[in-house]
Protein backbone atom coordinates (compact mmCIF):
# COMPACT_ATOMS: atom_id res chain seq x y z
CA UNK A 1 0.00 0.00 0.00
CA UNK A 2 1.35 3.34 -1.15
CA UNK A 3 1.87 6.28 0.80
CA UNK A 4 -2.01 8.04 1.24
CA UNK A 5 -1.72 11.45 -0.34
CA UNK A 6 -4.27 14.58 0.56
CA UNK A 7 -4.52 17.55 -2.19
CA UNK A 8 -5.75 20.69 -2.40
CA UNK A 9 -8.06 21.41 -5.03
CA UNK A 10 -8.63 25.41 -6.22
CA UNK A 11 -11.25 27.07 -5.90
CA UNK A 12 -11.98 30.59 -6.87
CA UNK A 13 -14.56 31.32 -3.89
CA UNK A 14 -12.28 31.56 -0.57
CA UNK A 15 -14.68 31.27 1.82
CA UNK A 16 -14.00 27.55 1.62
CA UNK A 17 -11.19 24.83 1.78
CA UNK A 18 -11.67 21.98 -0.51
CA UNK A 19 -9.18 18.88 -0.17
CA UNK A 20 -9.28 15.34 -2.21
CA UNK A 21 -7.95 12.52 -0.48
CA UNK A 22 -5.85 10.14 -3.42
CA UNK A 23 -7.36 6.72 -2.30
CA UNK A 24 -6.80 5.96 -5.95
CA UNK A 25 -3.25 5.80 -5.88
CA UNK A 26 -3.40 3.87 -2.55
CA UNK A 27 -2.44 0.27 -5.23
CA UNK A 28 -1.42 0.21 -9.40
CA UNK A 29 -3.79 -2.41 -9.58
CA UNK A 30 -6.31 -2.16 -6.46
CA UNK A 31 -7.21 1.38 -5.77
CA UNK A 32 -8.94 3.09 -3.66
CA UNK A 33 -12.35 1.50 -2.29
CA UNK A 34 -11.96 -1.77 -3.59
CA UNK A 35 -8.42 -2.15 -2.01
CA UNK A 36 -10.37 -1.36 1.19
CA UNK A 37 -13.04 -3.42 0.26
CA UNK A 38 -11.11 -6.25 -0.27
CA UNK A 39 -8.73 -6.33 2.52
CA UNK A 40 -10.49 -8.04 5.13
CA UNK A 41 -12.49 -9.85 2.58
CA UNK A 42 -9.21 -11.88 1.60
CA UNK A 43 -8.05 -12.05 5.09
CA UNK A 44 -11.53 -13.86 5.71
CA UNK A 45 -11.24 -16.11 2.43
CA UNK A 46 -7.69 -17.01 3.74
CA UNK A 47 -8.92 -17.72 7.36
CA UNK A 48 -11.68 -19.77 5.87
CA UNK A 49 -9.08 -21.83 4.25
CA UNK A 50 -10.81 -20.69 1.18
CA UNK A 51 -8.82 -20.70 -2.56
CA UNK A 52 -11.25 -19.79 -4.64
CA UNK A 53 -13.11 -16.32 -4.43
CA UNK A 54 -15.94 -15.81 -6.25
CA UNK A 55 -17.72 -12.23 -7.35
CA UNK A 56 -20.11 -10.06 -9.33
CA UNK A 57 -19.23 -7.72 -11.98
CA UNK A 58 -20.58 -5.69 -15.00
CA UNK A 59 -18.56 -4.53 -18.16
CA UNK A 60 -16.37 -2.16 -16.86
CA UNK A 61 -16.62 -3.30 -13.67
CA UNK A 62 -13.64 -1.89 -11.28
CA UNK A 63 -14.51 -4.33 -8.65
CA UNK A 64 -14.07 -7.26 -10.91
CA UNK A 65 -10.80 -6.28 -12.65
CA UNK A 66 -9.62 -5.44 -8.62
CA UNK A 67 -10.97 -8.34 -7.24
CA UNK A 68 -8.98 -10.44 -10.25
CA UNK A 69 -5.45 -8.91 -9.45
CA UNK A 70 -6.10 -9.06 -6.38
CA UNK A 71 -6.73 -13.05 -6.56
CA UNK A 72 -3.16 -13.61 -8.26
CA UNK A 73 -1.63 -11.35 -6.15
CA UNK A 74 -3.03 -13.71 -2.64
CA UNK A 75 -2.75 -17.04 -4.37
CA UNK A 76 -6.67 -17.24 -4.78
CA UNK A 77 -8.44 -18.44 -8.07
CA UNK A 78 -10.96 -16.53 -8.72
CA UNK A 79 -14.55 -16.25 -11.26
CA UNK A 80 -16.47 -13.62 -12.06
CA UNK A 81 -20.11 -14.09 -13.01
CA UNK A 82 -20.66 -10.82 -15.51
CA UNK A 83 -23.56 -9.21 -16.67
CA UNK A 84 -24.69 -9.86 -20.20
CA UNK A 85 -24.32 -12.80 -21.92
CA UNK A 86 -23.44 -11.10 -25.29
CA UNK A 87 -20.15 -10.29 -23.74
CA UNK A 88 -18.59 -13.34 -24.00
CA UNK A 89 -17.51 -13.30 -27.54
CA UNK A 90 -16.07 -9.84 -26.57
CA UNK A 91 -13.47 -9.85 -24.10
CA UNK A 92 -10.45 -8.93 -26.45
CA UNK A 93 -12.73 -5.64 -27.06
CA UNK A 94 -13.39 -5.03 -23.24
CA UNK A 95 -10.42 -3.66 -21.37
CA UNK A 96 -11.76 -4.55 -18.09
CA UNK A 97 -12.40 -8.04 -19.22
CA UNK A 98 -9.37 -8.54 -20.77
CA UNK A 99 -7.65 -7.71 -17.66
CA UNK A 100 -9.05 -9.84 -15.50
CA UNK A 101 -8.82 -12.57 -17.44
CA UNK A 102 -4.60 -11.96 -18.12
CA UNK A 103 -5.14 -12.10 -14.40
CA UNK A 104 -6.28 -15.58 -14.65
CA UNK A 105 -9.64 -14.35 -13.87
CA UNK A 106 -12.38 -17.30 -15.11
CA UNK A 107 -15.86 -15.64 -16.30
CA UNK A 108 -19.59 -17.08 -16.12
CA UNK A 109 -21.76 -14.59 -18.35
CA UNK A 110 -25.15 -14.66 -17.75
CA UNK A 111 -28.34 -12.94 -19.15
CA UNK A 112 -29.36 -9.27 -17.72
CA UNK A 113 -32.40 -11.33 -16.08
CA UNK A 114 -30.94 -14.14 -14.04
CA UNK A 115 -28.37 -11.28 -13.27
CA UNK A 116 -30.85 -10.01 -11.34
CA UNK A 117 -31.13 -13.38 -8.93
CA UNK A 118 -27.38 -12.97 -7.74
CA UNK A 119 -28.53 -12.81 -4.20
CA UNK A 120 -30.93 -15.20 -4.19
CA UNK A 121 -30.06 -18.63 -2.67
CA UNK A 122 -31.24 -20.77 -5.21
CA UNK A 123 -28.66 -18.95 -7.78
CA UNK A 124 -25.86 -19.02 -5.70
CA UNK A 125 -26.23 -22.88 -4.68
CA UNK A 126 -26.04 -23.60 -8.76
CA UNK A 127 -22.82 -21.38 -8.39
CA UNK A 128 -21.58 -23.89 -5.79
CA UNK A 129 -22.83 -26.92 -7.75
CA UNK A 130 -21.04 -25.86 -10.80
CA UNK A 131 -17.77 -24.24 -9.35
CA UNK A 132 -17.31 -25.97 -6.15
CA UNK A 133 -16.17 -24.55 -2.76
CA UNK A 134 -15.84 -20.71 -2.80
CA UNK A 135 -15.52 -17.58 -1.00
CA UNK A 136 -18.43 -15.03 -1.96
CA UNK A 137 -18.11 -11.41 -2.12
CA UNK A 138 -21.37 -9.56 -3.41
CA UNK A 139 -21.20 -7.26 -6.29
CA UNK A 140 -19.26 -4.19 -5.48
CA UNK A 141 -17.68 -5.91 -2.63
CA UNK A 142 -20.07 -4.51 -0.04
CA UNK A 143 -20.72 -6.66 3.26
CA UNK A 144 -19.07 -5.80 6.90
CA UNK A 145 -15.73 -6.58 6.24
CA UNK A 146 -15.56 -4.53 3.39
CA UNK A 147 -17.29 -1.58 6.03
CA UNK A 148 -14.16 -2.48 7.94
CA UNK A 149 -11.98 -1.78 5.25
CA UNK A 150 -13.68 1.49 4.92
CA UNK A 151 -13.37 2.98 8.07
CA UNK A 152 -9.64 3.19 7.62
CA UNK A 153 -9.91 5.41 4.92
CA UNK A 154 -10.46 8.23 7.79
CA UNK A 155 -7.42 9.21 10.09
CA UNK A 156 -7.42 11.08 13.50
CA UNK A 157 -5.89 14.12 11.53
CA UNK A 158 -9.29 14.48 9.87
CA UNK A 159 -11.14 15.79 12.40
CA UNK A 160 -10.10 19.22 11.76
CA UNK A 161 -12.80 18.42 7.88
CA UNK A 162 -15.95 19.54 8.72
CA UNK A 163 -17.68 17.43 5.91
CA UNK A 164 -16.55 14.19 4.11
CA UNK A 165 -17.65 13.56 0.71
CA UNK A 166 -17.89 10.39 -1.23
CA UNK A 167 -19.46 8.62 -4.44
CA UNK A 168 -21.92 5.88 -3.76
CA UNK A 169 -22.07 2.48 -5.16
CA UNK A 170 -23.22 -0.37 -3.04
CA UNK A 171 -23.13 1.97 -0.02
CA UNK A 172 -19.81 0.24 1.57
CA UNK A 173 -17.73 2.67 1.51
CA UNK A 174 -19.75 6.06 2.41
CA UNK A 175 -20.81 2.96 5.80
CA UNK A 176 -17.33 3.07 6.49
CA UNK A 177 -16.93 6.89 6.39
CA UNK A 178 -19.83 7.30 8.70
CA UNK A 179 -18.76 5.14 11.30
CA UNK A 180 -15.32 7.08 11.50
CA UNK A 181 -16.46 10.15 11.55
CA UNK A 182 -16.80 12.53 14.42
CA UNK A 183 -19.59 14.09 16.04
CA UNK A 184 -19.10 17.36 14.63
CA UNK A 185 -18.68 15.87 11.12
CA UNK A 186 -21.28 15.30 8.71
CA UNK A 187 -20.58 12.84 5.91
CA UNK A 188 -22.14 13.12 2.21
CA UNK A 189 -22.78 10.56 -0.32
CA UNK A 190 -23.38 11.31 -3.96
CA UNK A 191 -25.27 7.91 -5.25
CA UNK A 192 -23.98 6.81 -8.65
CA UNK A 193 -27.71 5.26 -9.02
CA UNK A 194 -31.09 6.45 -9.21
CA UNK A 195 -33.44 6.07 -6.29
CA UNK A 196 -33.36 6.54 -2.45
CA UNK A 197 -33.44 2.82 -1.60
CA UNK A 198 -29.78 3.07 -0.86
CA UNK A 199 -30.55 4.29 2.58
CA UNK A 200 -31.49 0.68 3.76
CA UNK A 201 -28.67 -0.80 2.45
CA UNK A 202 -26.59 2.02 4.43
CA UNK A 203 -28.50 1.43 7.67
CA UNK A 204 -27.50 -2.39 7.94
CA UNK A 205 -24.28 -1.28 8.83
CA UNK A 206 -24.37 2.12 10.69
CA UNK A 207 -26.06 3.69 13.87
CA UNK A 208 -25.03 7.21 13.27
CA UNK A 209 -27.90 9.75 11.91
CA UNK A 210 -24.59 12.38 10.99
CA UNK A 211 -24.79 11.54 7.09
CA UNK A 212 -27.19 12.50 4.18
CA UNK A 213 -27.41 11.11 0.29
CA UNK A 214 -27.64 13.86 -2.13
CA UNK A 215 -29.16 12.45 -5.11
CA UNK A 216 -29.09 15.27 -7.68
CA UNK A 217 -26.07 14.10 -9.38
CA UNK A 218 -26.55 11.16 -11.17
CA UNK A 219 -26.74 12.59 -14.38
CA UNK A 220 -29.39 10.08 -15.50
CA UNK A 221 -28.29 7.16 -13.78
CA UNK A 222 -25.56 4.95 -13.34
CA UNK A 223 -23.31 4.58 -16.02
CA UNK A 224 -25.08 7.39 -17.78
CA UNK A 225 -23.03 10.65 -18.72
CA UNK A 226 -23.19 13.54 -20.70
CA UNK A 227 -21.13 15.94 -22.39
CA UNK A 228 -21.33 18.64 -19.45
CA UNK A 229 -19.84 16.01 -16.81
CA UNK A 230 -16.90 14.98 -19.39
CA UNK A 231 -16.10 18.49 -20.03
CA UNK A 232 -15.81 18.81 -16.01
CA UNK A 233 -13.42 16.00 -15.52
CA UNK A 234 -11.17 17.18 -18.47
CA UNK A 235 -10.95 20.52 -16.65
CA UNK A 236 -10.84 19.48 -13.57
CA UNK A 237 -7.61 17.14 -14.59
CA UNK A 238 -5.97 20.43 -16.37
CA UNK A 239 -6.63 22.45 -13.64
CA UNK A 240 -5.41 20.14 -10.85
CA UNK A 241 -3.97 17.06 -12.29
CA UNK A 242 -6.29 14.68 -10.38
CA UNK A 243 -8.00 11.99 -12.85
CA UNK A 244 -11.65 11.64 -12.44
CA UNK A 245 -13.67 8.58 -13.24
CA UNK A 246 -17.45 9.57 -14.97
CA UNK A 247 -19.11 6.79 -13.30
CA UNK A 248 -19.00 7.64 -9.80
CA UNK A 249 -15.70 9.65 -8.40
CA UNK A 250 -16.39 12.27 -10.93
CA UNK A 251 -20.37 12.93 -10.40
CA UNK A 252 -19.41 13.72 -6.45
CA UNK A 253 -16.77 16.36 -7.48
CA UNK A 254 -18.73 18.34 -9.59
CA UNK A 255 -22.22 17.72 -6.96
CA UNK A 256 -19.45 19.19 -3.92
CA UNK A 257 -18.33 21.74 -6.57
CA UNK A 258 -22.17 23.18 -7.60
CA UNK A 259 -23.12 22.61 -4.20
CA UNK A 260 -20.51 25.11 -3.11
CA UNK A 261 -21.44 27.38 -5.93
CA UNK A 262 -25.12 27.11 -4.23
CA UNK A 263 -24.46 27.56 -0.41
CA UNK A 264 -24.90 24.73 0.44
CA UNK A 265 -21.96 24.44 2.68
CA UNK A 266 -21.37 27.01 5.60
CA UNK A 267 -19.14 29.31 5.62
CA UNK A 268 -15.50 28.50 5.99
CA UNK A 269 -16.63 24.87 6.00
CA UNK A 270 -12.78 22.43 5.61
CA UNK A 271 -14.43 19.62 3.20
CA UNK A 272 -12.63 16.60 2.45
CA UNK A 273 -13.57 14.38 -0.93
CA UNK A 274 -12.77 10.56 -1.05
CA UNK A 275 -11.21 9.37 -4.37
CA UNK A 276 -12.56 5.76 -4.72
CA UNK A 277 -10.75 5.01 -7.63
CA UNK A 278 -12.17 3.60 -10.43
CA UNK A 279 -9.57 4.81 -13.26
CA UNK A 280 -9.18 1.55 -15.11
CA UNK A 281 -12.87 2.14 -16.35
CA UNK A 282 -12.44 4.91 -18.39
CA UNK A 283 -10.58 3.32 -21.03
CA UNK A 284 -13.85 1.43 -21.62
CA UNK A 285 -15.97 4.77 -21.24
CA UNK A 286 -13.81 6.22 -24.48
CA UNK A 287 -14.58 3.30 -26.03
CA UNK A 288 -18.58 3.82 -25.71
CA UNK A 289 -18.08 7.90 -26.16
CA UNK A 290 -16.00 7.18 -29.44
CA UNK A 291 -19.13 5.25 -30.89
CA UNK A 292 -21.45 7.74 -29.71
CA UNK A 293 -19.42 10.41 -31.64
CA UNK A 294 -19.04 12.30 -28.29
CA UNK A 295 -15.71 14.00 -26.03
CA UNK A 296 -13.75 11.73 -24.62
CA UNK A 297 -12.09 11.27 -21.35
CA UNK A 298 -7.88 12.78 -21.00
CA UNK A 299 -6.76 10.84 -18.11
CA UNK A 300 -3.36 10.04 -18.95
Known amino acids: ?????????????????????????????????????????????????????????????????????????????????????????????????????????????????????????????????????????????????????CEEILFKEDAEYDFICCAVGTGGTVSGLINSSLPHQKVLGFPALKGDFLKEEIRKFVHKENWELITDYHFGGYGKVNPELIAFVNQFYVEDQVPLDPIYTGKMVFGVIDLIDKNYFPENSKILLIHTGGIQGNAGMNLKLKIKKLPIINFQ
Open 1 to 149: MQEILTQEIKLSNPNFSLFIRREDLIHPFISGNKFRKLKYNLVQAKAENHHTLLTFGGAFSNHIAASAFAGKENGLKTIGIIRGDELESKIQDNPTLKFAQECGMKFKFVTREDYRHKTESPFIENLKNEFGDFYYVPEGGTNEFAVQG
